[in-house]
């Protein structure tokens, strides 16, 4: 990932656990960057699954979201 695709406009979708699996938040943020903080942050909740979609239609699993929690923030 470069720091040209932080840049780019993404949208974060945190489902919660499985039991209420029919709710979700959503929300477009202007950079990846932002998405990735947010998402890590979400991460504190054990039960919320952070998901974002990039401008470029790569979808970023909690897993990859977790891998990489230290890319927003060193770039």
């Known amino acids: 990932m470069t720091s040209e695709d932080l840049d780019k406009r993404a949208e974060l979708t945190i489902w919660p656990g499985a039991e209420t699996a029919q709710t979700r938040q959503g929300r477009e943020f202007a950079t990846l960057r932002e998405a990735l903080c947010a998402a890590v942050d979400a991460l504190h909740?054990?039960?919320?699954r952070?998901?974002?979609?990039t401008e470029e239609g790569d979808?970023?699993?909690?897993?990859?979201i977790r891998a990489n929690r230290d890319v927003a923030r060193h770039h």
């Open 45 to 48: 909740d054990p039960e919320a």
């Open 50 to 53: 952070p998901w974002i979609v």
């Open 59 to 64: 979808i970023l699993s909690p897993h990859w």
